[in-house]
């Protein structure tokens, strides 16, 4: 998941502090419902100055999940401006965990 977050609602909220946002979002988009009870691996892709998904949306999102996961996270990066690049290591790596595939492997 690249630049994930928790539930819907609290991410209106993060967004609009200035208005009931949590309680006027129709849709509710709960990953961390939606994750429960997934088994597989789940990487978590953080961009750690993301102007739109705070960094606590992210991490509350990771912390709740049960399965096997690992999480990358780009310190200097934004919302739009991770690196995208396909033949970048990091993709390598995060392709290799959710596929069961490690370098010892």
């Given amino acids: 998941m690249l ?5 819907l609602p ?4 993060n967004l609009y502090w ?3 946002a949590k309680w006027l979002t129709k849709d509710k988009y709960d990953n961390i419902k939606n994750l429960h ?9 953080m961009a750690g100055r993301d102007e739109i998904v705070p960094e606590k949306r992210t991490k509350r999102l990771y912390d709740s999940l049960l399965s096997v ?3 990358w996270v780009f310190e200097n990066a934004g919302h739009n401006s991770w690196p995208v690049a396909p033949e970048l290591a990091w993709w390598k790596e995060v392709m290799d965990f959710v596929s069961g595939h490690t370098a010892e492997n």
């Fill in 3 to 7: 630049t994930p977050w928790d539930t």
């Fill in 69 to 71: 996961k690992k999480l």
């Fill in 37 to 45: 009870d997934f088994e597989g691996p789940v990487a978590v892709v």
């Fill in 18 to 20: 200035f208005l009931p």
């Fill in 10 to 13: 609290d991410l209106a909220q």
